[in-house]
């Protein structure tokens, strides 16, 4: 257990621009000891590599992800080529000439060792080195800010297999130390005082010996072959129907959801709070009408299926919660 735990903000940083000495800016400015830990807000590191580009923020985000995680309206939540899901592929336009997009750093875990190994050559400081951004979390409202890049801090304490207090074995309880810090650090930053940088000393365990940097933040992304939710409800569930193969094969989907999954020879007439769902056969109807129950459940409709005498079913959905 840690008895004590300081962090300050650097103040006085000017506006960072392409090109700037991160490590002397930071190093005139702060008093950094061995053992620190330096948390830097990503938006200076991706300025000082000159990460900025001209366009709109949709053009950006199309060129930053690798595929879309859930949409709603112009909200777009997306994995980044870096492993990270986040609205917007962490895309910024505050703080930035009209026209202007600032994206993420290229590779956040080489900016943090780079700027670790700057600091040591420059001031012989030993320090970890955390690059954070804002993120908002499945469940919860509001943002913290997370680890996406690390240099030379212990990321994820494993307490596998170690006992609590009671003689309980931990089975599966892995602190995520480099959040933590992010989290902590932001305190003394905030959102509007424009404060980028913020040391905390009292972490020298977590910090590595000079030149070991340590696995970096990738550690802290979870694969998406791992991840139970991987997908929006809307997406997953359009997922989970559209790999359904059918007897006949599926029909091609159009733009309108009650006409995108009928099966060959399934017709789909929308009445009024209603879908009716007819053919010969009885197999192709039922398919076909529990796959459009699940889609329009996914919407947010409350749904009923009530299957016909012959081959039909009748589809009504009441008001859309969402």
Not at 3 to 25: I, N, S, W
Not at 230 to 245: D, F, H, M
Request: proline share 4%.
């Amino acid at each position: 257990m840690r008895k004590h735990l300081e962090v300050f903000p650097v103040t006085g940083l000017p506006e960072v621009g392409a090109g700037a000495d991160l490590a002397a800016l930071i190093g005139d400015a702060a008093d950094l000891r061995d053992g620190d830990v330096v948390s830097v807000t990503s938006k200076i590191v991706s300025k000082a590599e000159g990460r900025l580009t001209t366009g709109t923020r949709d053009e950006a985000i199309d060129a930053e992800l690798v595929r879309v995680v859930a949409q709603r309206g112009d909200t777009r939540i997306v994995q980044t080529r870096h492993g990270l899901v986040m609205a917007a592929a962490g895309t910024d336009t505050s703080n930035t000439r009209p026209g202007t997009v600032l994206l993420l750093p290229v590779d956040p875990d080489l900016s943090a060792r780079e700027l670790r190994e700057a600091l040591k050559t420059r001031y012989d400081v030993n320090v970890g080195v955390v690059v954070t951004d804002t993120l908002g979390r499945p469940w919860r409202n509001g943002q913290v800010d997370l680890a996406i890049g690390a240099a030379g801090v212990q990321v994820i304490e494993d307490l596998r297999g170690t006992t609590d207090s009671h003689g309980n074995v931990l089975a599966v309880t892995e602190p995520a130390l480099a959040d933590e810090i992010a989290a902590a650090s932001e305190l003394v930053k905030g959102k509007a005082d424009g404060v980028p940088v913020a040391v905390l000393r009292g972490l020298a365990d977590v910090v590595f010996a000079a030149g070991e940097h340590g696995p970096g933040a990738r550690a802290l992304v979870r694969d998406a072959e791992l991840d139970l939710f991987s997908l929006g409800t809307r997406e997953a569930a359009r997922a989970a129907v559209l790999a359904r193969k059918a007897p006949e094969g599926p029909r091609e989907a159009t733009a309108e959801l009650w006409a995108a999954l009928p099966l060959d020879g399934v017709q789909v007439e929308l009445l009024d709070g209603s879908l009716r769902v007819s053919g010969e056969d009885a197999v192709a109807v039922g398919m076909t009408a529990e796959r459009l129950a699940v889609l329009l459940h996914a919407e947010g409709y409350g749904v009923s299926v009530r299957r016909g005498l012959r081959s039909d079913a009748t589809i009504t959905f009441g008001s859309r919660s969402r």
